[in-house]
Structure formats: C-alpha cells, structure tokens
C-alpha cells in the first residue's frame, strides 16, 4: 500500500505544482471574452457554471479508458502505476489543458482546426478523417459494455439487446439535443455515482489494506503472457485514458464553448484529468488485489468490476458503484459522436442551429457506428479487436496533438520541453506498437524497437530542421 499512497499523493501534488507550472507557461487572461460570450447559440455556445463544465469534462473524458484500461495495465505489475502518475501530471493533464485553451483562444476551435493551423493543411484533412472515425469507434465500444453491466442489474428479460437500444437512442437525443437539454442536467448526477465509487473503492482499499506489490519488489512483467506482450509499448496503450489519450482533446472544444473565463482552464482541463487519473489508480490497485486472489485468467473487465464492488461495497454500495461505472463510457459515447458532429459541422462550414442540418451529419454517423456494434458483437474476439484498434488510434491522436503544441509553444516563444518531451517518448510508443501489436504487423520484438527508436530520430531531426528554419523567419 505504501507505493500506491505515494501515487495517489504525487497525483494531488501534482495538479497544484506542475499544473501551476504549465497554467503560467500558458498564460490566462481572465479579461479576455472566452467564445460562450462572444459566439452564444442556444444550441453549443452556452455560459455554463464552471462546477457543471468540470464534471461535464470529467465525465466526457472518464470512459472505459480508466477503468477497464487500468485493470488490464494492472496485469502488467507496478509499472501501471508510475505510467498512471507520469502519464497524467506531465503527458496526459498537460495535453487536456493546452488543446482546451487552444480552442478556447480561436473561438471554440475543433481539434482538427487546431492540429492544421500549427501542422498544415494537410494534416488538418487527414485528422478531419481520423478524427472523426475515432469518434464513431469510441460511440461504438461504449455502448456494448454499459449494456452489458445494466443487463446484469436488471430482470432478464431487460437483456443486453435492450439495453444497447436504449442507450443508442440517449445518444442521439444528447447528440441532437442542445447542451445544456440534457448533458447539463444530468451529467452532475452520473458525475456524483461516478466519484462515488472511485471514493468507495479507495476507502475499502484503506479499511482491508490488501497486500499490493511495492516498487522495490521490481518492475517486472506480470502478465500471464509477457513475452507477446512486453510492459513497452503494449501497458503505455492498454491503460490510455487513464494517463494520456487524444480523445481528451476531441472532447476539450465542447467545453471551451461554455466557459466563461479562461482563468478556470488548471481546474476543468488540468484537474480532470487528474481527477480522472487517480481513478485509473485505484482500479489499478484494486485489480491487483483481484489478480493475486484470483489469478490472472479472467480477461473480462466487468465481471472484474462486478466482483470487487459487490464484495468489498456490499449489495447496494455495489449496485450505486456500478450505476457510475456505466455512467463513464455513455457520457463519453454521447459526447463522441457530439464531437463528430462539431466537426464536420466545421469543416463544412454547416450551421448547427437547425435540427435538420444536425440531422445531415448524424445519420450517416450513427449508421456506420451501428455497423460497427453490429460486428463488435459478433463475437468476444469481435469487440477485442475494435477495442485495441480504438485504443492505438486514441493514443496516436494524442501525438498529432502534443505536436501540435509544441509548435504553437515554439513559435510564441514558451518553454516548448513540456510537450516535446512526452511527444517524442508517444511517438515511440505508438510506432513501437503498430510494429509490435498482434492486430499491428506482428514483427519482432528488436525490429520493433529499432523502428519505434528510428520514429523518433526522424521526428527529432525533423523538429530541430523547421525550428532553425523559424528562427531565420
């Protein structure tokens, strides 16, 4: 437990010191008009409290990633969590705050707009295209699992099949509807069932004091088949909410549309996520009980989740905890496709005040992510593979992100380290992993390295070639 103490205080220590640290880099200014002022439509641009816009971000950022990604990085041993508080202090809530601000200085911009303003138009066209299918995929992965939980808590005749109809229907009407109908209303309360649990756990942590592996009893790999699935790049991809995600930053310009000062972006861009980390650690830590009890053969992660909340929370501290557990993916889901909608209602210069140019965007939308599910389910196999697929994809997002960054940090002359550093460290990871994966091209281990390593030379020599051209601008 003392290893998993120190964590969870390096989190808190963390938004305080090095959240300040990267907020001045920045620079707010509480006195410039943010978007919600000056572009108020009734329908995206809305002032909102900024206690509802931080649990509107929490939830829209908190899906499965911190749960069911930490529980099965926790297979992986301890490394998990030094990833989980690394991953967030100085990768992960970095990229959340500076692609939240980013939009809310160019009038709630997209994230693609963003990306080709620092990285060129042609960057801007293929993360239009990328950006958007990873929407539709987050849509589709987090509709089966919700389902899957609410099935378990209802009659049987209120299966699986039903519930995924009823939460595709709440994801068009939030898809649909303006912000502050239902996303606004309800998402506090999700917010609430969700911290709920995470504090629950961690209490139950504390009161049963499970004997969890401390770093100095090694960093090894500890999953069950660690030569397939080495700790680097494999664990850095499989926890990804829960330390960094591009995801995030799709999710950002939502809410750069609804605030009313930029002096709140530390708490709501920042301290999301992590708040959303140290979620991600205390499933870790309470996965790891559960590996060590029950050894390392189960891979579904809700019936992970089902066992620890119902034995350490009781019956109904069990059920309130599931409610928030469910409640993480579908305020995600719903704002995916929300966030597809912005942007392609961007790039085609498509006002969204009329229902029916809403319509235009999200019915081809929502027909490709049905077809998604509809494969997904097919079988386990199935919804694995569209789940590693959305998992490499969200991280890849976060590098095109965090490079997009550094540019802009480079040419207003700020400590440009605070991104290139994690940037190049993802690069590595996400090349390492396309090379590496199973569902990638399946090459060996030192080939893989060698390219992941050679990414990011490229990257190096590419970066200090434009900034010297820069710097004879």
Known sequence: MYSFTICLLALIAGYFVYGRLVERIFGPDARRATPAMTKADGVDYIPLPTWKIFMIQFLNIAGLGPIFGAIMGAKFGTASYLWIVLGSIFAGATHDFFSGMLSMRQDGASLPEIIGRYLGVTTKQVMR????????????????????????????????????????????????????????????????????????????LYVNHPALPEWWDGLNNTHPDAPQFPVFPIMFVSIACGAISGFHATQSPMMARCMKSEKYGRPVF????????????????????????????????????????????????????????????????????????????????????????????????????????????????????????FAWSNQT??????????????????????????????????????????????????????????????AIVWFVWWKLKMMKK
Request: glycine share 8%.
């Open 397 to 458: 997002l976060s590098v095109f992100t965090l490079w997009a960054i550094t540019v802009y940090l480079v040419l207003n002359r700020k400590n440009y380290w605070i991104t290139l550093i994690p940037v190049l460290f993802m690069t590595c990871v996400c090349a390492t992993y396309l090379c590496i994966a199973p569902e990638g091209f399946g090459l060996s281990h030192t080939l893989s390295y060698t390219i992941g390593l050679g990414a990011v030379a490229v």
């Open 129 to 204: 295209a990328f950006t958007v299918i990873l929407m539709v995929l987050v849509g589709a992965v987090f509709v089966a699992g919700p389902a899957g939980l609410l099935a378990k808590l209802t009659p049987d005749v209120l299966d699986t099949t039903f519930w995924i109809v009823v939460v595709f229907l709440y994801y068009i009407l939030a898809t649909l509807l303006p912000v502050d109908k239902i996303i606004g209303k309800i998402y506090p309360l999700f917010a609430i069932a969700l911290l709920f649990m995470a504090v629950g756990i961690l209490v139950m």
């Open 270 to 389: 920042y301290g999301a996520m992590i708040t959303e980390g140290i979620v991600a650690l205390i499933w870790a830590a309470a996965a790891t009980y559960f590996y060590r009890e029950n050894g390392m053969g189960e891979n579904n992660a809700s019936v992970i989740v089902d066992a620890i909340t119902r034995n350490w929370l009781g019956a109904v501290g069990g059920v309130l905890a599931i409610l928030g557990v469910i409640a993480a993916p579908i305020t995600s889901g719903d704002t995916a496709f929300r966030s597809a909608r912005l942007i392609v209602a961007d790039f085609m210069g498509m006002e969204q005040k009329s229902i029916r140019r809403r319509l235009y965007i999200c019915v081809p939308m929502f027909l490709a992510a049905i077809a998604l599910l509809l494969y997904s389910l097919r079988d386990a196999e199935g919804f694995n593979r569209i789940w590693r697929y």
